[in-house]
């Protein structure tokens, strides 16, 4: 390394200490790091609540204490029922994310790629998408039945759009600078889509995917609460059914727990294909 | 200092030793006419171009704003193809853009998902991977950056960029480098530097150099020939040989003078035409 390549850098190193100090002439007496803050309130809630419902001033078949929901849940993974529905939900939600996605990619990339393409389908599709989702499920069920066809039906409908979305766009986008670059060093069509396309579109393909996984995950809620004989929308309907609000709450949670679970997968593997990129 | 002279030395001798790349070959420009379909009709861009540039020569193109300057080096890199006339490289006629000409633009354009080993190997597909690595470490060394080679874009300055993107430019083996407005957007001492780093690969490769600038005193300063434009429509007004040895110092009297000269032509002109 020549001087002239330390003297790029030493600034920004010495920047980077400037703020370090900045930050520590700041700092008050009481010392909580920021991402315990958040923790306050909701730790908070949930003493008061366990509190407020073992004393019985909540009515406990209708607000039951925080630890009688774990328990409900707990009872459920010993007999083995929680696993079932889980899984079965979770098998609808990456079936019904896979197929969605994967039509959303396609038609995405080829209304990216082909102006002619996106003049034709576009109109449709951004028709389609402002019919709200759940308006389909009769027509759904009319043709595909109450079985598991319309449930993944329902879900591909709910990943589609934002994946088509935000690939079609996006490709729309790419910096045509960057293209020429390609172009300059002759690349074949297949080859500017493989090593200047898609790599640039990926950050907002991602983006695309994770919201397609979240709403994949919402129409699975809707999709069994309408019909279902199992999955945790279904133990949801049963739990309202039999009045049993410990299993209602236990399955918010295990919703929550789960949808996360999955968009963490999601944003681990995007950041692992992003690799060292920042834009 | 003196340091840094003698690593140049120990680059140009690496160098030489490298004669797989073409040297620098002729262009014959001759375009009569460009325009560009605009909503109030056609513009005409350029008109009446004749240049020949010869082997291993430096030529600066400067002009203001508008003259058409840039798209005269785009249309010799191949990035344009619909206009009037045609231009030969070593007596083949230019259809499209290909890696005997490299092209350096005003930002660096370097792909901000591969290294910077990656973006300069980046044309050479068609050579083994093998070979592909020996191309890129070499160019990486030419420009001083060879312990970079695993940082990404977004970690370097402007200069550093600029560098890669020269590197890039001469991975392909082009008998000639084409660049626009390369140093524009640095700042005024790393221009000064990248200008004397331009001339020591300059003198290394012997490859044919177009520079396109606003900047009279870096034509000067670089060039063999100063082909001065003027705009609407975009043609060619005079070209001036710079006679001076180099190395060329900003301060003589001579290179005053005829700075002032290529100056005073530039504006006499503006001034007629507004």
């Known amino acids: 390394m020549s001087t002239a390549e330390q003297n790029h850098r030493l600034p920004r190193e010495a920047t980077a200490q400037g703020l370090d100090l900045c930050t520590q002439t700041k700092k008050s007496s009481v010392e909580i790091p920021d991402r315990f803050l958040g923790w306050i309130i909701p730790i908070g809630i949930l003493l008061a609540w366990e509190l407020l419902a073992r004393l019985e001033v909540l009515p406990p078949n209708w607000f039951p204490a925080p630890t009688a929901i774990a328990k409900t849940i707990y009872e459920m993974a010993v007999n083995g029922d929680l696993w079932k529905h889980v899984g079965i939900t979770m098998a609808r939600v990456v079936l019904g994310f896979l197929v969605g996605a994967s039509l959303g990619t396609l038609l995405g990339a080829v209304t990216g790629y082909f102006p002619i393409a996106r003049k034709l389908l576009d109109p449709l599709l951004q028709s389609l998408r402002s019919v709200p989702s759940i308006a389909w499920v009769p027509l759904f069920l009319l043709w595909l039945g109450i079985q598991e066809s319309s449930k993944i039906a329902l879900i591909s409908l709910g990943a589609f759009f934002p994946v088509y979305l935000n690939l079609s766009v996006a490709m729309r986008h790419v910096d045509s600078k960057l293209l020429e670059v390609g172009k300059l060093y002759r690349l074949s069509s297949f080859e500017m889509v493989r090593r200047l396309i898609l790599p640039a579109v990926l950050p907002e393909y991602i983006v695309g995917l994770r919201s397609g996984l979240g709403l994949a995950w919402m129409f699975v809620v809707a999709a069994e609460l309408l019909g279902a004989s199992s999955g945790i929308g279904y133990l949801m309907v049963d739990g309202q059914m039999t009045g049993r609000a410990a299993i209602i709450l236990g399955s918010v949670l295990l919703f929550a727990v789960c949808g996360k679970a999955t968009d963490w997968v999601m944003s681990a593997t995007g950041a692992k294909l992003l690799g060292h990129r920042t834009r | ?274």
């Open chain 2, 1 to 274: 200092m003196p340091a840094r002279v003698a690593i140049d030395e120990v680059r140009l001798n690496e160098v030489t030793q490298d004669d797989s790349c073409n040297k620098g070959g002729t262009l014959d420009i001759a375009i009569a006419r460009k325009t560009f379909a605009g909503s109030q009709g056609s513009l005409t861009a350029l008109s009446d171009i004749s240049l020949t540039i010869d082997a291993g020569e430096f030529v600066c193109i400067v002009g203001g704003s508008g003259c058409g300057k840039t798209t005269l080096l785009r249309i010799v890199a191949g990035l344009e193809t619909e206009y009037e006339g045609s231009i030969h490289l070593d007596g083949h006629q230019i259809f499209g853009p290909d890696l005997n000409r490299g092209v350096v633009f005003q930002e660096h354009r370097l792909l901000p998902w591969l290294t910077v080993h990656e973006n300069v190997a980046f044309g050479l597909s068609r050579l083994s991977s093998a070979e592909r690595a020996a191309k890129a470490e070499h160019y990486l060394d030419l420009v001083g950056l060879r312990s970079f080679e695993r940082e990404y874009p977004h970690q370097l300055s402007g200069g550093m960029s600029q560098r890669v993107a020269i590197a890039r430019a001469l991975a392909g083996c082009p008998e000639v480098l084409l660049l626009d407005e390369p140093f524009a957007s640095l700042d005024a001492l790393t221009r000064i530097r990248m200008q004397e780093e331009l001339l020591r690969i300059w003198q290394a490769e012997r490859t044919t150099v177009v520079l396109v600038t606003h900047d009279i005193e870096e034509a000067v300063y670089l060039a063999n020939r100063v082909v001065v434009m003027s705009p609407l429509p975009g043609t060619i007004r005079n070209i001036w040989p710079i006679d001076l040895p180099r190395p060329r110092e900003r301060t003589d009297h001579e290179f005053s003078r005829i700075r002032r000269a290529v100056l005073d032509e530039f504006f006499a002109h503006t001034l007629n035409k507004s």
